[in-house]
């Protein structure tokens, strides 16, 4: 997700006055966020929109939560989701068993507004953090590509000394190489050349 946005959430819940409550905080919060009644019913807006943050109760109609966030992790047409389960179990198996399905957070029944608040904060920071890592990916994936299409070589213009770019576009070096390199140029004047900027300076 992009830092300067907000998480969006799915609330998986079948209980009525549970919904309502998850929904009146995450809102009161500035959280985008929708509700689902079921598993199958929520991995159908998964693919619909792309949700950071899901939120979901163990026991559900059909797909038990575990299981939903299990079929989560497996699915590749999804980007990895924040998931939270939150749950009246309380029990060390418990946790142990949601964590290897795949959850991020286990949270027990009735949890705490600062509790809950506190968790979607971290959720966000990791979220950030896997986005930078993907963008770093592409960013990554795109230099090798332009690497490739032009065989080893920069084509570069003899009098601008712009460089030519595999999108079909000239960028001046300096540029380039911010760009594909992560390099900041300084510019000066070099000693041949000072005599051809300052010609008052060619005798001295």
């Known amino acids: ?15 009525r006055p549970s919904q ?11 959280y985008p966020n929708r509700v689902a009644d079921t598993a199958e019913m929520a991995l159908e807006l998964l693919y619909q929109t792309p949700f950071h943050i899901v939120i979901t109760d163990w026991i559900l109609p059909g797909k038990s939560g575990v299981d939903f966030i299990e ?8 980007d990895y989701i924040y998931t939270i389960l939150l749950t009246a179990r309380s029990s060390t198996n418990d946790y142990h068993a949601a964590m290897e399905k795949g959850a991020d957070d286990f ?13 979607l904060r971290v ?10 890592l993907k963008n770093y990916a592409q960013r990554l994936s795109q230099a090798v590509q332009d690497i490739q299409t032009l065989g080893g070589f920069i ?14 576009k000239w960028l001046d070096v300096s540029r380039y190489l911010q760009e594909h390199a992560n ?14 900027v300052y010609p008052a300076h060619q005798d001295e």
Do not use: F
Not at 20 to 30: A, K, M, S, V
Not at 107 to 119: A, D, G, H, M
Not at 155 to 168: A, D, G, K, R, W
């Open 71 to 78: 079929q989560i992790r497996k699915d590749r047409h999804l």
């Open 155 to 168: 084509h570069m213009c003899s009098y601008c000394n712009s460089i030519y770019t595999p999108q079909e």
């Open 20 to 30: 309502l409550y998850l929904q009146n905080l995450l809102t009161r919060w500035g």
């Open 123 to 132: 959720a966000e920071r990791i979220m950030n953090y896997q986005q930078e």
């Open 107 to 119: 949270l027990i029944k009735p949890v705490s507004e600062n509790e809950l608040r506190i968790r």
């Open 1 to 15: 997700m992009d830092s300067s946005a907000t998480a969006q959430i799915l609330i998986v819940e079948d209980d």
């Open 183 to 196: 390099i900041t140029v300084s510019h000066g004047i070099c000693p041949a050349c000072i005599p051809k």
